[in-house]
């Protein structure tokens, strides 16, 4: 079975901290993605990354970065985390190996409250 | 732009009552449609992935069909258990890796 899990299912932190989201996949996936879920609004696209070092912008980038050193491993950090940021943080990973084959895989999401 | 309705945005059945949820979706070139399923607090969980026109998959008491519009995901003689947010997604021709998905439908199922 697929395996993506996140360092924190819970984290709460102050405005102006620095934050580090982290994602670890076990199934060799090329591709990563951060997303982040809010009500009435779906999950939307932060950063996704299709191979080490490499990282592109999604819908919504503005006030995050990301890190992909290693491929089983994508962080997501918030430079100086906001208030307009507390939401629910997804991690997934796909293979593009396979044609046809791009459904992606889910952490259990980091709920983060920034007060 | 890519983009996907889901409907309704909450369905409420009793127990055994069949129904079924609608996903609309605008992309150019579809390269795939996907169903998840989403338990509060939880990541969603993959279902199925539909790739053409007439297309039919199936999971226990879940089908799912795709035309060339919408997709639909069937649910026959649903248990408390299915009671979940499910979400719809779609891959277009540009051959970027990312979905796109839409909002969910709420589904609550009463014993």
Same mark, same amino acid.
């Given at each position: 079975?697929?395996?993506? %899990? ?36 779906? &999950? ?38 906001? %208030? ?5 943080? &997804? ?18 999401? %980091?709920?983060?409250?920034? %007060? | 732009?890519?983009? !996907? ?21 605008? !992309? ?5 449609? *996907? ?5 509060? /607090? @939880? /990541?969603?969980? *993959?279902? *199925? ?13 879940? @089908?799912?069909?795709?035309? @060339? ?20 997604? !779609?891959?277009?021709?540009? /051959?970027?890796?990312?979905?796109? *998905? #839409?909002? #969910? ?7």
């Amino acid at each position: 079975d697929v395996k993506v %899990t996140q360092s924190s299912r819970y984290l709460v932190k102050r405005t102006g901290e620095k934050v580090f989201l982290e994602c670890v996949q076990d199934m060799d996936h090329e591709n990563m993605f951060w997303y982040r879920q809010d009500p009435g609004l779906g &999950l939307r696209l932060i950063y996704f990354s299709y191979d080490v070092k490499m990282k592109e912008k999604g819908d919504i980038p503005e006030g995050y970065s990301v890190s992909r050193e290693k491929k089983e491993r994508f962080s997501l950090i918030l430079e100086s985390a906001s %208030t307009n940021q507390t939401s629910m943080y &997804l991690c997934a990973s796909s293979s593009s190996r396979r044609l046809g084959d791009y459904e992606q895989y889910f952490g259990p999401g %980091t709920r983060l409250t920034v %007060t | 732009e890519d983009q !996907v309705t889901q409907s309704p945005e909450a369905l409420r059945l009793q127990e055994g009552e069949s129904s079924s949820l609608n996903c609309s979706y605008t !992309v150019s070139g579809l390269r795939g449609l *996907f169903w998840y399923r989403q338990d509060p /607090g @939880k /990541g969603p969980e *993959f279902l *199925f992935t539909l790739y053409s026109a007439g297309e039919e998959k199936e999971k226990e008491r879940l @089908k799912a069909t795709l035309t @060339k519009k919408e997709s639909f995901l069937h649910i026959t003689a649903p248990k408390p258990e299915d009671s979940a947010t499910y979400l719809c997604a !779609v891959r277009d021709q540009t /051959g970027a890796n990312n979905l796109f *998905f #839409g909002t #969910g439908t709420r589904l609550t199922v009463i014993p």
